[in-house]
């Protein structure tokens, strides 16, 4: 079991090393658009909040919030992140390491359908649920694959097939209770695309329009009663 982790780990570097190493700064400076201009909206300055499957760290590293707590299994992600940022280097599916009602925001992007199963899915949900405080709130983007057809599967890490309503039906079935559910908010990835200038990514964010249009990924944000 421990040489199966180990490995899994050293796959994780080395795909995702591949995969992201040649657009890192750029990928930065988008996520620094997108939470300045969107995402910071529905993180209270003063929260605590983990972002699970952070990958290199571009939205904890870059989010304003008082607490970070980063978690993920690729052992590199511990070196992306902000001296600020306490890592969890763990399956998101085993018990957290983080006390009942210590979050007020889950937040997880481009990750779920990473997971393993159904099964891992609703686990890593009902531990972001006993680990919200009253009011906290999960955020979860990902690409629906209504939207993006047969290239959801171009990644070789890609297992569940998920739409904003399937993630919806989880979140709810959790105990979550829906704020937002969005089926076409950004383009599905910025892998192997063109580096358009970052201005672009600020103007199409101000038209909920143009969403409609070149939208693949969803947005669920849902709450703890």
């Known amino acids: 079991m421990l040489q199966c982790q180990a490995q899994t780990r050293i796959e994780l570097e080395t795909m995702y090393s591949n995969r992201f190493e040649d657009s890192e700064a750029y990928r930065g400076r988008a996520w620094k ?7 910071q909206r529905h993180v209270p300055v003063d929260s605590a909040v ?9 939205f904890i590293n870059n989010v304003v919030c008082t ?11 511990r070196r992306k992140l902000n001296p ?24 997880s992007s481009n990750f779920f359908e990473h997971l393993g199963s159904k099964a ?8 972001a649920y006993r680990c919200l405080r009253k ?13 993006v057809g047969g290239a ?24 979550f209770r829906s704020e937002y559910v969005l089926d076409r908010f950004l383009p599905y990835t910025m892998v192997n695309v063109p580096q358009y200038p970052i201005f672009l990514l600020r103007f199409y964010l101000r038209m909920p329009f143009a969403w409609k ?4 990924q969803f947005v669920v944000i849902a709450t703890k009663p």
């Open 33 to 39: 658009t997108l939470i300045q201009h969107w995402f």
């Open 50 to 58: 983990l972002d699970v499957g952070c990958g290199y760290g571009q």
């Open 67 to 77: 607490r970070k707590y980063a978690m993920d299994l690729n052992p590199v992600s």
């Open 84 to 107: 600020e940022v306490t890592f969890l280097e763990q399956d998101c599916a085993s018990t957290w390491r983080l006390p009942d009602n210590s979050l007020d925001v889950v937040f």
């Open 120 to 127: 891992e899915f609703a686990e890593t949900v009902r531990e």
């Open 135 to 147: 009011g906290g709130r999960i955020i979860a983007m990902g690409p629906n694959i209504r939207f």
């Open 152 to 175: 959801y599967w171009d990644f070789f890490d890609h297992y569940l097939a998920l739409t904003e309503l399937s993630v919806k039906e989880c979140l709810e079935t959790a105990g």
């Open 213 to 216: 249009w070149f939208g693949r």
